[in-house]
T-cell receptor
Framework: GDSVTQMEGPVTLSEEAFLTINCTYT??????LFWYVQYPGEGLQLLLKATKADDKGSNKGFEATYRKETTSFHLEKGSVQVSDSAVYFCALSGRNTGNQFYFGTGTSLTVIP | GAVVSQHPSWVICKSGTSVKIECRSL??????MFWYRQFPKQSLMLMATSNEGSKATYEQGVEKDKFLINHASLTLSTLTVTSAHPEDSSFYICSAREVGRIEAFFGQGTRLTVV
């Protein structure tokens, strides 16, 4: 079945460091891919999305490119800030999943000053 | 736009009582709503999918008589935890999807503690 595999954390970076969180997926058909962010004690917020191969989603300095050939959707940011500390979830959804969302296990990011 | 409001954000109840959690889409019509449960430092576990005006579809292993879901309108879905027990203590999150949009928007979650 469809699934998402996400890089395990926790990840700790210094402010202004480069961030990569790996995400790969297994799916039948062509799902849409998402990154969601969860701050402590809160629900999830959509960070970015991509709906087809080679699409690049971007928001707040974060980017991820839908790579069909490697079935990946890695999250990157060139210079992280303390305020980026949160848990990041990779997810997929599509017609073949009954429009349900499948989430990765989440990666906790802590950025230290 | 695309705001989902979940209420209450936290609740403490006695064992054996029932608790209702509301999920509202404030500025769009949500034909589909999802209910998740999240354990500490873990991912979201889908409990059920509800479509407006029809019965919810529960995931395997989720007791439908214990977790009652009602999606009576295009802007409101409710989850009622019946006869709650301490093992039902968890963080419950709803999400809603608007017709024609691929992304889902999430409520802020409800922390349920059963004592």
């Amino acid at each position: 079945g469809d699934s998402v595999t996400q890089m395990e954390g926790p990840v700790t970076l210094s402010e202004e460091a480069f961030l990569t969180i790996n995400c790969t997926y297994t799916a039948t058909g062509y799902p849409s891919l998402f990154w969601y962010v969860q701050y402590p004690g809160e629900g999830l917020q959509l960070l970015l999305k991509a709906t087809k191969a080679d699409d690049k989603g971007s928001n707040k300095g974060f980017e991820a490119t839908y790579r069909k050939e490697t079935t990946s959707f890695h999250l990157e940011k060139g210079s992280v800030q303390v305020s980026d500390s949160a848990v990041y979830f990779c997810a997929l959804s599509g017609r073949n999943t009954g429009n349900q969302f499948y989430f990765g296990t989440g990666t906790s990011l802590t950025v230290i000053p | 736009g695309a705001v989902v409001s979940q209420h209450p954000s936290w609740v403490i109840c006695k064992s054996g009582t029932s608790v209702k959690i509301e999920c509202r889409s404030l500025d769009f019509q949500a034909t589909t709503m999802f209910w998740y449960r999240q354990f500490p430092k873990q991912s979201l576990m889908l409990m059920a999918t509800s479509n407006e005006g029809s019965k919810a579809t529960y995931e395997q292993g989720v007791e439908k008589d214990k977790f009652l879901i009602n999606h009576a309108s295009l802007t409101l879905s409710t989850l009622t935890v019946t006869s709650a027990h301490p093992e039902d203590s968890s963080f419950y999150i709803c999400s809603a999807r608007e017709v024609g949009r691929i992304e889902a928007f999430f409520g802020q979650g409800t922390r349920l503690t059963v004592v």
